[in-house]
């Protein structure tokens, strides 16, 4: 076990500035407005630095600046823009307990998950990135036998990205390198709940970047976001977060006539069915942990399994054991690598998890574990804590229906593969869903049947760059991560070319 | 009686009167998702396109607020929450998207009960 010293004690791998100002062109400014706001870390609820408050005449700075280095950046050869990801990913890991620490004081994560899954990934991202762009081929199409139509992808140019904090530096990869490789310039606004781990990042790879082809707005959605999403100098948008704010974006977008990818969150189902439970095994331990899978990153996932489909024959048995395996969730210090599950992000969520366990109860669901806020005393006292909550209801409740974005599972029965589909499929969203048995027909089927863009089976919460994500239904447009991403920072150029020396005969 | 769907306490009642000075008439979008979802969007009147997927919930009357704010949300959305009553209060927090009380370091949400027989009657 190891406790790291909290950024701002002596012996910290960490040291947060006191404060941060816009990334634009390379450099840092100071907001125009000369405004700045406090950021408080979840895990004691105290501040440690101040961010620049953006405005529309930073973002406009900021376009200006990607504008003038969008057209060089695109240009260089895709084995140069591969290096340069290369390198990121290897300053990366060069400061990987660095990030970790920092990413996990800024939102309040278990740094055991920052060490093994957000910053690691976050590398694997860039090297994927790397390689797919160097292998990446255009396309010729023989019209006839003089006439030849050559399609080459070309970038968008200045993109927007607005990033949410559940996985600041991760999610922010997830944008940032496809956009790179694919030979775009960013404007990107971190979460005014999470500004601050991305400096970090920027302090070990903006010297590995060419100035202006990454820049960073901070500030609120309102006053910073919204002018970037508006903007008539960026040709896309890229936005993870809500549903009101994703139809908002998509607005502002048709006013541009730009393309928006959208990842606004899910329901997720994760189906049991009865032969999970026909050995007391490895399989069946695994299985275990893809319940509890729920608590994972605090339950703020947009792919957080948070609704939880038991076959009857097994319930009792399963969800016994499960209830027991919750139990065992270590909840703490964030900076101690034994900690399971840490500080939700902020005060807000916080209340608004609360306030969806109470219409919980209310509805009458039935709390199996947890259900209140978690006291931690000491530093701790003042972060926010939530404990892991099973509930068991009825797929109409409100709890089985809105994301909660809490450790907060909800979970119910069925008798059937019929009714564990329909149930699965009943909900507004379409972003993951779990999937398990040691039968092969019944998991291919029901991964096939559900309505989501990722159906985990037999395994839950791997992100591997090489795998698409990405919603159904009210869960977004677009996809993130595998190949495919780059075509949703490019567009097509297509010379259609004759090499016939006669004319086409019409005049 | 008469029966709402949605209602404010006191401290959203002040914070509207506060937001409507700096930015004129408001309108109201529940929003579901993931991250600052799941809670009320507060936006200048007009800002938000609602359409036929939405359902009006009720026009709030605010003291000091000249217009009434109307509130909105999915209609598919309404389908699962139809049965509860909804209060927007305000916690202190951070962020909520395009939200225009984010900036005074507070954040609306929504606080729900069960509609009673007597409510629902009245209000279908």
């Keep these: 076990m190891t406790t790291y010293a909290a950024p701002g004690e002596a012996g910290s791998v960490v040291a947060f500035e006191s404060r941060y100002d816009h990334f634009i062109g390379g450099e840092y400014v100071a907001p125009a407005k000369g405004q700045y706001f406090e950021n408080p870390t979840p895990v004691t609820g105290k501040v440690f630095t101040e961010i620049a408050r953006g405005t529309a005449e930073d973002v406009d700075r900021a376009v200006a600046a990607a504008t003038g280095a969008a ?29 970790a620490v920092a990413e996990s004081w800024e939102n309040g994560k278990p740094v055991r998950e920052t060490l093994a899954a957000d910053i690691p990934l976050a590398i694997d991202h ?86 202006g082809v990454v820049n ?73 942990e893809g319940f509890a899978m729920f608590a994972l990153n605090q339950g703020e996932v947009c792919t957080c399994p948070s609704r939880a489909l038991v076959q009857s024959a097994i319930y009792d048995q399963f969800m016994g054991d499960a209830v027991k395996r919750v139990g065992k969730i270590k909840q703490g210090n964030p900076l101690d690598t034994d900690t399971m599950i840490g500080a939700q992000a902020s005060n807000d969520q916080f209340e608004k998890i609360l306030s969806y366990i109470d219409i919980g109860k209310q509805e009458g669901a039935k709390v199996l574990a947890g259900g209140e806020k978690a006291e931690l005393g000491g530093d ?120 016939s020396p006669d004319a086409q005969g019409f005049f | 009686m008469t029966a709402n769907r949605v209602d404010l306490t006191e401290a959203a009642r002040a914070l509207l009167r506060k937001l409507s000075d700096q930015h004129g008439p408001l309108m109201f979008h529940q929003s579901g998702g993931c991250c600052d979802g799941s809670a009320p969007m507060c936006y200048p009147a007009g800002e938000f396109r609602t359409g036929n997927s939405d359902v009006h919930l009720g026009d709030l009357t ?63």
């Design chain 1, 71 to 99: 057209a060089a950046w695109g240009r260089t050869a895709p084995a140069e823009r591969a290096a340069v990801l290369n390198k990121i990913a290897d300053a990366m890991e060069a400061n990987l307990e660095k990030l």
């Design chain 2, 62 to 124: 605010v003291a000091g607020v000249p217009d009434p704010i109307a509130v909105w949300m999915s209609a598919a959305q309404f389908e699962y929450w139809k049965h509860t009553h909804l209060t927007i209060d305000v916690v202190s927090g951070r962020g909520s998207g395009f939200s225009l009380e984010a900036p005074e370091g507070v954040r609306f949400l929504i606080r729900s009960r069960l509609l009673t027989d007597e409510e629902l009657e009245h209000l279908t």
């Design chain 1, 380 to 499: 701790l006292a003042g972060g926010f804590y939530i404990q892991p909550t099973v509930f068991e209801g009825d797929n109409k409740m409100r709890i089985f229906q809105e994301e909660i974005f809490g450790p907060v599972v909800s979970v119910t029965r069925f008798d059937d593969y019929d009714d564990a589909i329909k149930t699965a499929n009943d909900t507004l969203y379409g972003l993951g869903a779990g999937v398990w048995s040691r039968d092969g027909n019944t998991a291919f089927r029901a991964g096939r049947d559900i309505q989501a863009g990722r159906v985990w089976t037999n395994c839950y919460h791997a992100y591997p760059a090489h795998a698409a994500f990405g919603g159904y239904k009210q869960s977004g447009i677009g996809r993130e991560n595998h190949k495919m991403m780059l075509d949703h920072y490019q567009q097509t150029k297509n010379l259609l070319v004759s090499y």
């Design chain 1, 126 to 211: 860039f090297r994927y990135f790397a390689g797919a762009i160097r292998a990446q081929e255009g396309g010729i199409s023989q019209i006839d036998a003089d006439t030849v139509a050559y399609h080459f992808h070309e970038p968008l140019g200045v993109v927007g990205q607005i990033i949410p904090w559940n996985f600041p530096i991760l999610m922010a990869t997830w944008k940032l390198a496809p956009a790179l490789a694919a030979g775009n310039a960013v404007v990107l606004k971190p979460a005014e709940q999470t500004p601050a781990s991305i400096h970090v990042l920027l302090s070990v790879i903006a010297d590995l970047i060419p100035a």
């Design chain 1, 216 to 288: 960073v707005v901070n500030g609120f959605g309102v006053e910073a976001g919204k002018p970037l999403a508006q903007h008539p100098g960026i040709r896309k948008v890229a936005f993870t977060g809500e549903t009101t704010t994703g139809r908002l974006i998509m607005q502002y977008a048709s006013e541009n006539i730009i393309p928006v990818t959208l990842e606004l969150g899910g329901k997720s189902p994760n189906i049991f069915f009865a032969d999970v439970a026909s050995a007391n095994d490895a399989f069946y331990n695994k299985a275990q």
